[in-house]
């Protein structure tokens, strides 16, 4: 699997940006992709996951309200559209795709929290600036 994200770019605060999230090789039926984000000098935070085979979503109380994760399975890619920027929404911003190749449905939330190396592919990030 390879992910590939975009549209990362400088944006005022109060505006807003949309990501994307395309990934190749990908034939599972049933994954989460999560978007993680890396402000200079801070830890990778969780901040969205979206579940394939519902559709299902989960958000950090950072972003909840203002983010916003989606998927077009034809294309596989999964966006994040972001309103009401802040300027502490400045990172680097990527994707990962959890496979959940034991079945199931495992709870969304804590995927947020799961360790990187858990995940079975990264993305390169794409960089988000916010100004003030």
């Known amino acids: 699997v390879q992910l590939v994200e975009s549209g990362g770019t400088l944006v005022q605060a109060g505006g807003s940006l949309r990501l994307s999230c395309a990934a190749s090789?990908?034939?599972?039926?049933?994954?989460?992709v999560a978007w993680f984000r890396q402000a200079p000098g801070k830890e990778r935070e969780g901040i969205s996951v979206?579940?394939?085979?519902?559709?299902?979503?989960a958000y950090a109380d950072s972003v909840k309200g203002r983010f916003t994760i989606s998927s077009d399975r034809a294309k596989n890619t999964v966006f994040l559209q972001m309103n009401s920027l802040k300027p502490e929404d400045t990172g680097l911003y990527s994707c990962?795709?959890?496979?959940?190749?034991?079945?199931?449905?495992?709870?969304?939330?804590?995927?947020?929290?799961?360790?990187?190396?858990?995940?079975?592919?990264w993305g390169q990030g794409t960089h988000v600036t916010v100004s003030s």
């Open positions: 990962a795709v959890l496979l959940f190749l034991g079945g199931g449905t495992p709870n969304l939330r804590p995927i947020l929290s799961r360790h990187p190396a858990e995940f079975d592919a």
């Open positions: 090789n990908l034939r599972f039926d049933n994954y989460a």
């Open positions: 979206i579940r394939s085979s519902d559709g299902s979503t």
